[in-house]
């Protein structure tokens, strides 16, 4: 699909691809894109089939997903773009029900909205998205040691006892933060804000599974070295 998001020259670009959704939706998303990023590389297609392939072989920045793929359960499909790609990801839905908007969320995408939506505030929507996907922490935030668990933020990485810890994205963001707090308690809001980049109910759900499995990989390496203690109406503690 060509270059970078940032070309060699400054120029802001980006690249998208836009899944499954009626022609005039997809149509309308992407005059929305050019309107903010005018040299933008679009790409759209009617059905999931081949989408994991693409974001291997030739990932663009960003991937908008119609909660109605012609060929796929939406939910399904991003669970599946996330066992091989950290692209950001948002899921285009209709109706505003809530649980369109958390299943979306749990299975792993970025951000969720609903349509009718207007072009200034999708367009701000996905400029967030894509700051957040950017960079999982800041490559100058230093190493975290907490007993036998050591991040290193630069590398992506997190090992207790010296055995690495298979982390999602957003995993690793959750955890980063709790061990940068390592035994104070941390916000249900504090931490929406730091992986989502805002605060909503819509988020108590998602983080509350994302803290569950976050646990049990935790407790499976040493059994009992490290957990995540919940702290009732007020958030969570590594401890």
């Not at 796929?72 to 369109?100: C, H, K, N, Y």
């Not at 999708?122 to 700051?131: E, F, I, P, S």
């Not at 490559?139 to 982390?167: Q, Y």
């Not at 935790?218 to 590594?238: D, F, N, Q």
């Amino acid at each position: 699909m060509g270059g970078p998001y940032a070309s060699p020259d400054g120029r802001d670009h980006m690249r998208a691809l836009v899944l499954g959704g009626e022609d005039g939706d997809r149509t309308k998303i992407g005059l929305a894109l050019r309107l903010r990023w005018p040299d933008a590389e679009l790409a759209t297609a009617e059905a999931a089939h081949g989408a994991p392939r693409v974001l291997t072989d030739d990932p663009p920045d960003v991937l908008l997903v119609s909660a109605t793929v012609a060929d796929s359960d939406t939910p399904a499909l991003v669970r599946g773009i996330r066992q091989v790609s950290d692209i950001a990801v948002v899921v285009v839905g209709s109706g505003g029900r809530e649980m369109d908007a958390v299943e979306a969320l749990e299975a792993g995408a970025d951000d969720y909205l609903s349509t009718p939506i207007s072009e200034s505030l999708l367009v701000a929507r996905v400029c967030a998205v894509l700051r957040r996907s950017r960079k999982v922490v800041p490559e100058a935030e230093p190493t975290v040691k907490c007993g036998d668990l050591v991040i290193e933020p630069g590398n992506h990485e997190a090992r207790i006892d010296g055995k690495p810890l298979c982390l999602t994205p957003t995993e690793f963001k959750l955890l980063y933060q709790l061990a940068r707090h390592f035994g104070r308690v941390v916000t249900q809001q504090a931490l929406q804000h730091a992986i989502w980049g805002g605060s909503d109910s819509l988020y108590i759900d998602v983080l509350r599974k994302h803290v569950q499995r976050l646990r049990r990989k935790l407790e499976l390496p040493r059994r009992g070295s490290l957990t995540i203690a919940t702290v009732p109406r007020v958030g969570y503690r590594l401890a």
